[in-house]
């Protein structure tokens, strides 16, 4: 009997470093892995630092809405919640598996190279799935084109008008916006 609960711990424990890989492979920060996993702290930055070759940033997570609802960060948000929802309604997935298979997803769909940051981090976008889940921040459909978007959910959303319908003129109708227009009505529909 012994035995065999040792045996269950042990791979409980490879799957929790597989499940901590993962997350530091998509650039997740140390908080996330630290409450997303059962792993300690030391094990955690001794694993980040074999994957990365470098020290887990120090500082605190972002914990404003504001982020999620300006411009750029908007559309990329709301791409992600959209992916989410999607693998959270059909494909049987929840919680950080789901955070997870929607974030790679979401990497593949803004053709996201590893030169360059992405605009919505890991850790922004496990972020943004507890802010939907407190009912901070929601998904709201625009009146326009009928893509679903990242809303904050104190303000009155009528007659909503989104961010690809409604570009600021600073944001400009660049190649790029067009792109992600594009790609933002595909992953919406
Ligand atoms: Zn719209």
Not at 17 to 37: F, N, S, Y
Not at 48 to 61: A, F, H, I
Request: aromatic content about 8%; proline content about 3%.
């Amino acid at each position: 009997m012994e035995k065999k609960n040792i045996k269950k711990s042990v791979v409980a424990e490879a799957e929790q470093i597989q499940l901590a890989i993962q997350m530091i492979k998509l650039g997740a920060r140390l908080q996330l892995l630290e409450a997303q996993t059962s792993l300690s702290r030391e094990r955690l930055i001794k694993l980040y630092k074999e994957l990365k070759g470098v020290s887990p940033p120090k500082g605190m997570l972002p914990f404003s809405t504001d982020w999620f609802l300006t411009w750029q960060p908007n559309i990329h948000s709301s791409i992600f919640m959209n992916i989410y929802n999607y693998l959270v309604e059909h494909a049987d997935v929840k919680d950080i598996t789901a955070i997870i298979k929607a974030y790679s997803l979401y990497l593949q769909q803004i053709g996201h190279d590893s030169d360059d940051e992405p605009v919505l981090s890991m850790t922004r976008a496990w972020t943004l799935v507890r802010f939907i889940e407190s009912k901070m921040l929601k998904m709201h459909t625009c009146s326009c084109c009928g893509g679903k978007f990242v809303v904050n959910a104190y303000d009155l959303n009528q007659n909503y008008h989104c961010n690809l319908c409604h570009i600021p003129s600073r944001a400009g109708k660049t190649k790029k916006s067009k792109e992600m227009a594009y790609k933002m009505v595909t992953v919406a529909a």
